[in-house]
Antibody
């Protein structure tokens, strides 16, 4: 059974950076893309960025371009999301999720991490 | 770019049927997926490819997609179905997901 386990909650000051990890198990890591999605209080789901299985290609939401980086370490089956220049608007729960690509023309997120609360406050 | 519009809330009595709409011009030509998110939990995929249920999702959950509206139907609603529900399509022109605005389902 696929399993994604994320790092723990973070509290940051405005202007700082945060890096969240997502360790995968129960499947072949390099066969699936990983996407990062966040949900701010009272808001909906917002995609942030995603990375192809071997980390060869990355895609970022336009409104976060330049502030977010997603990477993978295939040797440890771990994905990372770093967000820089944090503001209070970045306070949210951050999720990683697996994206099956092979055989699909429309991608979806089939397994999700448990979520990581990032609080930005002075 | 797509804007997937959902009703903010739907209320339903236990045992009845809840229908959650996801509207967008000609959404019937796209493929729609649905997620359930309960408070304090991660989202769960409940329907993919318009109408396919992942393993472990009850048959009470079904999806359809035609014209300008995709619909998630929950039959014989239970108290445990109370959650936020989101539709999603994949924008292949810019290679990213688009999520619906979300619907809070309340079981009366």
């Amino acid at each position: 059974q696929p399993h994604l386990v994320q790092s723990g909650a973070e509290e940051k000051q405005p202007g700082a950076s945060v890096k969240v990890s997502c360790k995968a198990s129960g499947y072949t890591f390099t066969n699936y893309a990983i996407i990062w999605v966040r949900r701010a209080p009272g808001q909906g789901l917002e995609w942030m960025g995603w990375i192809t299985p071997y980390g060869t290609d990355t895609y970022y939401a336009q409104n976060l371009q330049g502030r977010v980086t997603v990477t993978t370490d295939t040797s440890t089956s771990t994905a990372y999301m770093e967000l820089r220049s944090l503001t209070s608007d970045d306070t949210a729960v951050y999720f990683c999720a697996r994206v099956p690509q092979a055989g699909y023309s429309s991608y979806f997120l089939d397994y999700w991490g448990q979520g990581t609360l990032v609080t930005v406050s002075s | 770019s797509y804007v997937l519009t959902q009703p903010p809330s739907v209320s339903v009595a236990p045992g009845q049927t809840a229908m959650i709409a996801c509207g967008e011009s000609n959404i019937g030509s796209k493929i729609v997926h649905w997620y359930q998110q309960k408070p304090g939990q991660a989202p769960v995929l409940v329907v993919y490819d318009d109408s396919v249920r992942p393993s472990g999702i009850p048959e009470r959950f079904s999806g359809s997609n035609s014209g300008n509206t995709a619909t998630l139907t929950i039959s014989r609603v239970e108290a445990g179905d109370e959650a936020d529900y989101f539709c999603q399509v994949w924008d292949s022109s810019s290679d990213h997901p688009v999520f619906g605005t979300g619907t809070k389902v309340t079981v009366l």
